[in-house]
């Protein structure tokens, strides 16, 4: 591990024990996560987090050869991964015989299979694709792993949140989610350097939606701090910033030290798929 990385564990976890529990991944564009969990006596046994990578996948595929827990047999395995192929289509207009119409609006053309998706909190479908040779990484190593979309965790988990924007944070990158009359109306991840940079793409994104800061509510989670650098500049321009934790089922108590939002949307996606 490095300087950028933390591995937090049960002391009473047993990785013989790993075919009984659940892995959650999650691979951002600068980070990598992932979090063990017992569905069954609702009990998380390790959370390892690392910020700041060059690349997301590439940390994914670094510490799949290095970590002994990623080797092991799960229960279940649901891999949250970013990527540019996505689009949301509502339910109302979607048409399962026109699934390639909706993959024109993809970055790559060359992938191997559209996975279509029905959200159950949200009104549309996620139509979403991802590196051939990511998707057979995984498929390889665990026979019964889910994919899900990046913000899958907290799409699915925030239906009844009082919040207009969500905004999850990385320790270079922001994954932003508004939402109009309660449904979403964009998303996009953003990658900074520095407070500067922060606050340009904040004011660029105010401005292009036209949001009335004044009236919104908004919802962080993940690497932040309240009074550090962002949420100072949070405050400057919202009225109503608070920190986002989703209710869970699980006994979180190994993150008992760690601050309850930082892993808000890794352990949303036990509620997922």
């Given at each position: 591990?490095?300087?950028?990385?933390?591995?937090?564990?049960?002391?009473?976890?047993?990785?013989?024990?790993?075919?009984?529990?659940?892995?959650?991944?999650?691979?951002?564009v600068?980070?990598f996560?992932?979090?063990?969990?017992?569905?069954?006596?609702?009990?998380?046994?390790?959370?390892?987090?690392?910020?700041?990578?060059?690349?997301?996948l590439?940390?994914f595929?670094?510490?799949?050869?290095?970590?002994?827990?990623?080797?092991?047999?799960?229960?279940?395995?649901?891999?949250?991964?970013?990527?540019?192929?996505?689009?949301?289509?509502?339910k109302?207009?979607?048409?399962?015989?026109?699934?390639?119409?909706?993959?024109?609006?993809?970055?790559?053309a060359?992938?191997?299979?559209?996975?279509?998706?029905?959200?159950?909190?949200?009104?549309?479908?996620y139509?979403?694709?991802?590196?051939?040779?990511?998707?057979?990484?995984?498929?390889?190593?665990?026979?019964?792993?889910?994919l899900?979309?990046?913000?899958?965790?907290?799409?699915?988990?925030?239906?009844?949140?009082?919040?207009?924007?969500?905004?999850?944070?990385?320790v270079?990158?922001f994954?932003?989610?508004?939402?109009?009359?309660?449904?979403?109306?964009?998303?996009?991840?953003?990658?900074?350097?520095?407070?500067d940079?922060?606050?340009?793409?904040?004011?660029?994104?105010?401005s292009q939606?036209?949001i009335?800061?004044?009236?919104?509510?908004?919802?962080?989670?993940?690497?932040?701090?309240?009074?550090?650098?962002?949420?100072?500049?949070?405050?400057?321009?919202?009225?109503?910033?608070?920190?986002?934790?989703?209710?869970?089922?699980?006994?979180?108590?190994?993150?008992?030290?760690?601050?309850?939002?930082?892993?808000?949307?890794?352990l949303?996606?036990?509620?997922?798929?």
């Amino acid at each position: 591990m490095n300087k950028n990385s933390i591995l937090l564990i049960d002391p009473n976890f047993e990785p013989a024990n790993s075919s009984n529990l659940n892995l959650l991944i999650k691979i951002g564009v600068d980070t990598f996560s992932y979090s063990i969990a017992d569905e069954e006596k609702e009990l998380v046994h390790a959370v390892y987090d690392e910020q700041e990578c060059e690349d997301g996948l590439e940390k994914f595929k670094e510490r799949l050869k290095l970590d002994a827990y990623l080797k092991l047999p799960y229960q279940s395995v649901k891999a949250a991964i970013y990527t540019p192929n996505l689009v949301f289509v509502p339910k109302a207009i979607f048409d399962q015989d026109q699934v390639k119409l909706y993959t024109q609006f993809f970055v790559d053309a060359d992938l191997q299979n559209i996975y279509v998706q029905s959200s159950e909190q949200q009104d549309f479908n996620y139509i979403f694709g991802i590196s051939s040779a990511i998707e057979k990484l995984l498929t390889a190593t665990w026979e019964n792993v889910t994919l899900l979309p990046y913000d899958a965790g907290l799409l699915e988990n925030t239906k009844n949140e009082n919040s207009n924007v969500i905004i999850d944070f990385t320790v270079g990158s922001f994954q932003f989610l508004y939402f109009k009359d309660s449904k979403l109306n964009f998303v996009q991840n953003y990658q900074f350097d520095g407070i500067d940079e922060l606050t340009y793409y904040l004011l660029l994104i105010i401005s292009q939606l036209g949001i009335d800061t004044k009236q919104t509510a908004l919802k962080v989670c993940g690497i932040i701090h309240q009074g550090d650098e962002k949420w100072n500049l949070l405050l400057q321009h919202f009225n109503n910033v608070d920190f986002l934790v989703t209710p869970t089922p699980l006994d979180t108590n190994i993150l008992d030290d760690m601050p309850a939002h930082y892993y808000t949307s890794l352990l949303a996606l036990q509620q997922c798929g």
